[in-house]
Protein backbone atom coordinates (compact mmCIF):
# COMPACT_ATOMS: atom_id res chain seq x y z
CA UNK A 1 0.00 0.00 0.00
CA UNK A 2 1.88 2.48 -1.33
CA UNK A 3 0.03 5.76 0.71
CA UNK A 4 0.19 4.03 4.10
CA UNK A 5 4.24 4.33 3.64
CA UNK A 6 4.40 8.22 2.79
CA UNK A 7 1.81 9.54 5.13
CA UNK A 8 2.68 11.23 8.36
CA UNK A 9 1.91 14.29 9.48
CA UNK A 10 -0.93 14.69 6.86
CA UNK A 11 -3.21 12.15 8.76
CA UNK A 12 -3.29 14.86 11.31
CA UNK A 13 -5.89 17.13 10.22
CA UNK A 14 -9.03 17.16 11.80
CA UNK A 15 -11.32 16.94 9.12
CA UNK A 16 -9.11 13.49 7.66
CA UNK A 17 -8.86 12.43 10.94
CA UNK A 18 -12.54 12.11 11.08
CA UNK A 19 -13.03 11.41 7.54
CA UNK A 20 -10.76 7.92 8.37
CA UNK A 21 -13.46 7.30 11.24
CA UNK A 22 -16.65 7.81 9.20
CA UNK A 23 -15.20 5.49 6.68
CA UNK A 24 -13.68 3.05 9.32
CA UNK A 25 -17.01 3.02 10.62
CA UNK A 26 -18.51 2.19 7.41
CA UNK A 27 -16.65 -0.44 6.25
CA UNK A 28 -16.97 -2.58 9.95
CA UNK A 29 -20.71 -2.30 9.25
CA UNK A 30 -20.56 -3.51 6.01
CA UNK A 31 -18.07 -6.26 7.05
CA UNK A 32 -20.77 -7.66 8.88
CA UNK A 33 -22.33 -8.80 5.71
CA UNK A 34 -21.07 -11.74 3.82
CA UNK A 35 -21.69 -10.07 0.71
CA UNK A 36 -19.72 -6.81 0.99
CA UNK A 37 -16.59 -8.82 3.00
CA UNK A 38 -14.48 -8.57 -0.47
CA UNK A 39 -15.11 -4.65 -0.85
CA UNK A 40 -14.75 -3.89 3.15
CA UNK A 41 -12.49 -5.66 4.43
CA UNK A 42 -9.49 -3.91 2.32
CA UNK A 43 -11.46 -0.51 2.51
CA UNK A 44 -11.37 -0.67 6.61
CA UNK A 45 -7.57 -2.26 6.46
CA UNK A 46 -6.56 0.44 4.24
CA UNK A 47 -8.10 3.14 6.43
CA UNK A 48 -6.54 2.02 9.54
CA UNK A 49 -3.14 2.25 7.67
CA UNK A 50 -3.32 5.70 7.14
CA UNK A 51 -5.14 6.51 10.49
CA UNK A 52 -3.48 8.12 13.52
CA UNK A 53 -1.72 5.94 15.98
CA UNK A 54 -3.93 5.96 18.44
CA UNK A 55 -6.61 4.85 15.93
CA UNK A 56 -4.85 1.94 14.73
CA UNK A 57 -3.80 0.87 17.83
CA UNK A 58 -7.14 0.83 18.99
CA UNK A 59 -8.45 -1.07 16.60
CA UNK A 60 -6.08 -3.37 14.66
CA UNK A 61 -6.79 -6.36 16.59
CA UNK A 62 -10.31 -6.84 15.90
CA UNK A 63 -9.88 -6.19 12.31
CA UNK A 64 -7.37 -8.64 12.15
CA UNK A 65 -9.37 -10.95 14.20
CA UNK A 66 -12.81 -10.66 11.95
CA UNK A 67 -10.40 -11.08 8.86
CA UNK A 68 -8.73 -14.62 10.95
CA UNK A 69 -12.47 -15.62 11.31
CA UNK A 70 -12.74 -15.20 7.28
CA UNK A 71 -9.74 -16.98 6.32
CA UNK A 72 -12.11 -20.04 7.25
CA UNK A 73 -13.27 -19.37 3.76
CA UNK A 74 -12.40 -20.47 0.66
CA UNK A 75 -13.67 -17.41 -1.15
CA UNK A 76 -12.11 -14.49 1.46
CA UNK A 77 -8.81 -16.23 2.36
CA UNK A 78 -7.14 -13.89 -0.22
CA UNK A 79 -8.63 -10.78 1.02
CA UNK A 80 -8.36 -11.50 4.54
CA UNK A 81 -4.74 -12.24 3.99
CA UNK A 82 -4.15 -8.82 1.92
CA UNK A 83 -5.79 -7.21 4.66
CA UNK A 84 -3.51 -9.40 7.40
CA UNK A 85 -0.49 -8.37 5.75
CA UNK A 86 -0.99 -4.58 5.34
CA UNK A 87 -2.11 -4.14 8.67
CA UNK A 88 0.98 -6.02 9.87
CA UNK A 89 3.22 -4.55 7.50
CA UNK A 90 1.72 -0.99 9.30
CA UNK A 91 2.20 -2.28 12.87
CA UNK A 92 5.88 -3.71 12.67
CA UNK A 93 7.25 -0.51 10.47
CA UNK A 94 5.09 2.26 10.75
CA UNK A 95 3.45 1.99 14.29
CA UNK A 96 6.27 -0.11 16.16
CA UNK A 97 5.14 -1.24 20.16
CA UNK A 98 7.95 -2.46 22.45
CA UNK A 99 9.97 -4.80 21.43
CA UNK A 100 8.05 -7.85 24.02
CA UNK A 101 4.54 -6.49 23.07
CA UNK A 102 5.50 -7.01 19.08
CA UNK A 103 7.49 -10.71 19.14
CA UNK A 104 4.50 -12.00 21.91
CA UNK A 105 1.55 -10.37 18.93
CA UNK A 106 3.70 -11.92 15.83
CA UNK A 107 4.63 -15.34 18.02
CA UNK A 108 0.51 -15.49 18.25
CA UNK A 109 -0.40 -14.86 14.76
CA UNK A 110 2.91 -17.29 13.48
CA UNK A 111 1.09 -19.98 15.56
CA UNK A 112 -2.38 -19.37 13.45
CA UNK A 113 0.29 -19.55 10.03
CA UNK A 114 1.77 -22.14 10.91
CA UNK A 115 0.71 -24.36 13.23
CA UNK A 116 3.20 -26.70 15.09
CA UNK A 117 0.45 -29.80 14.13
CA UNK A 118 0.50 -29.60 10.63
CA UNK A 119 3.36 -29.90 7.71
CA UNK A 120 2.18 -27.34 5.75
CA UNK A 121 1.53 -23.48 6.46
CA UNK A 122 -2.06 -22.41 6.58
CA UNK A 123 -4.05 -21.23 4.61
CA UNK A 124 -2.21 -23.53 2.28
CA UNK A 125 -4.75 -21.85 -0.74
CA UNK A 126 -3.42 -18.46 -0.75
CA UNK A 127 -0.55 -17.72 -3.41
CA UNK A 128 2.84 -17.02 -2.49
CA UNK A 129 2.60 -13.80 -3.83
CA UNK A 130 0.63 -12.82 -1.44
CA UNK A 131 2.96 -12.69 1.43
CA UNK A 132 5.72 -11.10 -0.73
Do not use: G
Not at 23 to 28: E, L, N, W
Not at 81 to 93: E, N, S
Request: aromatic share 10%; net charge positive.
Amino acid sequence: MPIAAVVDVEVNLPELVQAIDIIYAKAMKMAAKVRHVTVAFPLAAATLCISRREAFHQRWLSLLEHCIQRLKDKQFRRVSMDAILRMLWVYLFRYPESNSIVIRRIDSLSRIFFPATKLHAWPKTVPPEAFV
